[in-house]
């Protein structure tokens, strides 16, 4: 089976025309077809074997003389975000089942067909409880894991994190909570300065958990030993630039690192590229360095995120929402909190990314769904539009708004207008 031979005879395909996409480029008259949960077919409309659907019009979109779309759907991969606390009104930090759930579709409505389920420094037997109440949601496939931001962080570099909560390096207690979890845990955020470092990286190479540096005031000597004690596994970095010290010429820092680590092909950079955490020509320069296929798009979102102005919990923390940014509450008079994660749909972060930062739409989907989901190391399901790999597609009109989501090959907001038999 390859791209252009597939599964194109089944009756049962549904077949999707529009802009496609995938592997970093894209197909301005493309075709995909999905039968059951699976693609089965893709590649440029003239060379589908089958009876070829029209091209459909994204809403507000005029037709050529041809009778093509000039502005017709894009089809985009499902994105795949490795760091979010939630949405919808409901943290995964601190929300019940039914809130766990809302938060998780408010996502995957708005194109996010993957997502880790982001926990904060929090004691141990409220990791313990929050990974008892995620486990059946990972387990049941609502979840791709659960990330663990802390609680072995640097104090300095808390961010919006209870700092009362931060405790050394314990691999003990992190062995414990990854045990309970019997799996579902796929990444953590620690301080590469924190103590018994090397012996939480022995823990997690051995349950295959995903390190990432972050919330650190290290050095750039100490960050560069940390990324070397990885020894080229699976390594990010969360939000480069956010919790970290700046990058000064004489004192470079984690940013310098990191970036060195992954222009070498070391080190995958979680950019929270919404034009709060970090600014748009920030954001160009990073892809300008080391490319797309070392950076992975995030969220960072919290609960407020698709919610309207107000205040909102994050773990123990309590945020004010002002005009979309999310800062920790603090008494009136007093000077603005930490920027406490994010309020957007990583839809949104793509959309900004190439309107704002100039990113093209191939490379910023690349960032945004395939390396991602070769950091998590679900590639081989999620990530691009390839024969083979679930059906996880997202319809978009030329303002990257979602116009309808296929999960697993079954539509979430609807598609009946854009799928043909």
Same mark, same amino acid.
């Given at each position: 089976?390859?791209?252009?031979?597939?599964?194109?005879?089944?009756?049962?395909? $549904?077949?999707?025309?529009?802009?496609?996409?995938?592997?970093?480029?894209?197909?301005?008259?493309?075709?995909?077809?999905?039968?059951?949960?699976?693609?089965?077919?893709?590649?440029?409309?003239?060379?589908?074997?089958?009876?070829?659907?029209?091209?459909?019009?994204?809403?507000?979109?005029?037709? @050529?003389?041809?009778?093509?779309?000039? &502005?017709?759907?894009?089809?985009?991969?499902?994105?795949?975000?490795?760091? =979010?606390?939630?949405?919808?009104?409901?943290?995964?930090?601190?929300? #019940?089942?039914?809130?766990?759930?809302?938060?998780?579709?408010?996502?995957?409505?708005?194109?996010?067909?993957?997502?880790?389920?982001? *926990?904060?420094?929090? /004691?141990?037997?409220?990791?313990?409880?929050?990974?008892?109440?995620?486990? !059946?949601?990972?387990?049941?496939?609502?979840?791709?894991?659960? &990330?663990?931001?802390?609680?072995? *962080?640097? @104090?300095?570099? =808390?961010?919006? $994190?209870?700092?009362?909560?931060?405790? !050394?390096?314990?691999?003990?207690?992190?062995?414990?909570?990854?045990?309970?979890?019997?799996?579902?845990?796929?990444?953590?955020?620690?301080?590469?300065?924190?103590?018994?470092?090397?012996? *939480?990286?022995?823990?997690?190479?051995?349950?295959?958990?995903?390190?990432? *540096?972050?919330?650190?005031?290290?050095?750039? +000597?100490?960050?560069?030993?940390?990324?070397?004690?990885?020894?080229?596994?699976?390594?990010?970095?969360?939000?480069?630039?956010?919790?970290?010290?700046? %990058? &000064?010429?004489?004192?470079?820092?984690?940013?310098?690192? =990191?970036?060195?680590?992954?222009?070498?092909?070391?080190?995958?950079?979680?950019?929270?590229?919404?034009?709060?955490?970090?600014?748009?020509?920030? @954001? +160009?320069?990073?892809?300008?360095?080391?490319?797309?296929?070392?950076?992975?798009?995030?969220?960072?979102?919290?609960?407020?995120?698709? %919610?309207?102005?107000?205040?909102?919990?994050?773990?123990?923390?309590?945020?004010?929402?002002?005009?979309?940014?999310?800062?920790?509450?603090?008494?009136?008079?007093? @000077?603005?909190?930490?920027?406490?994660?994010?309020?957007?749909?990583?839809?949104?972060?793509?959309?900004?990314?190439?309107?704002?930062?100039?990113? !093209?739409?191939?490379?910023?989907?690349?960032? +945004?769904?395939?390396? /991602?989901?070769?950091?998590?190391?679900?590639?081989?399901?999620?990530?691009?539009?390839?024969?083979?790999?679930?059906?996880?597609?997202?319809?978009? #009109?030329?303002?990257?708004?979602?116009? #309808?989501?296929?999960?697993?090959?079954?539509?979430?907001?609807?598609?009946?207008?854009?799928?043909?038999?």
């Amino acid at each position: 089976m390859n791209q252009l031979t597939g599964s194109a005879s089944n009756n049962n395909a $549904q077949v999707l025309r529009g802009v496609v996409v995938h592997g970093g480029g894209q197909i301005d008259d493309g075709v995909v077809a999905v039968t059951g949960d699976r693609i089965t077919w893709v590649g440029p409309a003239h060379a589908w074997p089958g009876p070829l659907p029209p091209l459909p019009a994204s809403r507000g979109s005029q037709h @050529t003389e041809s009778g093509l779309s000039a &502005h017709p759907p894009y089809l985009l991969p499902g994105l795949v975000d490795v760091h =979010c606390h939630g949405g919808a009104g409901h943290g995964f930090p601190e929300a #019940d089942v039914s809130g766990l759930r809302a938060a998780i579709q408010h996502h995957r409505r708005h194109g996010t067909t993957s997502l880790l389920g982001s *926990l904060v420094s929090a /004691p141990p037997e409220v990791l313990e409880q929050r990974i008892r109440v995620l486990s !059946p949601l990972v387990e049941a496939g609502e979840l791709a894991g659960i &990330h663990l931001e802390g609680p072995f *962080l640097a @104090t300095a570099q =808390c961010g919006a $994190q209870d700092p009362r909560t931060i405790i !050394p390096g314990d691999p003990g207690l992190l062995d414990r909570l990854i045990d309970l979890g019997q799996g579902v845990v796929s990444s953590m955020t620690l301080a590469p300065e924190t103590p018994r470092y090397r012996e *939480l990286l022995r823990v997690m190479v051995r349950h295959g958990v995903l390190p990432s *540096l972050g919330h650190t005031d290290a050095t750039s +000597a100490v960050t560069g030993a940390g990324i070397a004690a990885v020894g080229g596994g699976r390594l990010s970095a969360t939000h480069l630039f956010n919790a970290m010290p700046p %990058m &000064h010429h004489r004192a470079p820092g984690p940013v310098a690192a =990191c970036l060195a680590a992954a222009a070498r092909g070391e080190m995958i950079l979680e950019l929270v590229a919404d034009g709060v955490h970090l600014a748009d020509e920030t @954001t +160009a320069m990073v892809f300008d360095l080391v490319g797309p296929g070392q950076i992975a798009l995030t969220t960072d979102a919290m609960a407020a995120a698709g %919610m309207p102005d107000g205040r909102y919990p994050l773990g123990s923390q309590q945020v004010d929402v002002v005009q979309g940014v999310a800062r920790l509450a603090t008494r009136l008079g007093d @000077t603005p909190g930490f920027i406490a994660g994010g309020t957007a749909r990583l839809i949104d972060v793509v959309r900004r990314v190439v309107r704002h930062a100039g990113v !093209p739409l191939a490379a910023a989907v690349v960032a +945004a769904s395939g390396t /991602p989901a070769r950091l998590l190391g679900i590639d081989h399901e999620v990530g691009d539009l390839v024969v083979g790999r679930r059906a996880d597609i997202v319809l978009t #009109d030329a303002e990257l708004t979602p116009l #309808d989501v296929m999960r697993g090959g079954r539509w979430l907001v609807g598609g009946r207008d854009l799928a043909a038999v």
